[in-house]
């Protein structure tokens, strides 16, 4: 059975910094592209970041620069690492496979970035 774990959201004033992880099992990271996502209040899920497994990794435009995805395979965790946040980046942030299953959601982890 697959299961993703995301931890690590907090309330943060703007320009701090913040990183997430998500704990994998029942599949391996090395295998699968892994993506992080985020679904802001009154807005759809949308795709924040991915990174396949070779390695390439991909951002939106919002984030690229301020946020880095990375995996440890030998733990099977990925991480988002959140630089310079934005009230804009307040939302609950899932982690899931690229392109994600639907049966792989877990319960999110809230990013809540105000002063």
């Known amino acids: 059975q697959v299961q993703l774990v995301e931890s690590g959201g907090v309330l943060v004033q703007p320009g701090w910094s913040l990183r997430l992880s998500c704990v994998v099992s029942?599949?391996?990271?090395?295998?699968?592209?892994m993506g992080w996502y985020r679904q802001a209040p009154g807005k759809q899920r949308e795709l924040v970041a991915v990174?396949?497994?070779?390695?390439?990794?991909s951002y939106i435009t919002f984030v690229r620069g301020r946020f880095t995805i990375s995996r440890d395979n030998a733990l099977n965790t990925v991480y988002l690492q959140m630089n310079t946040l934005e009230p804009e980046d307040t939302a609950v942030y899932y982690c899931?496979?690229?392109?994600?299953?639907?049966?792989?959601w877990g319960q999110g982890t809230q990013v809540t970035v105000s002063s």
């Open positions: 899931n496979t690229f392109p994600a299953y639907d049966a792989y």
């Open positions: 990174v396949t497994s070779g390695g390439i990794k």
């Open positions: 029942g599949l391996r990271t090395s295998f699968n592209a």
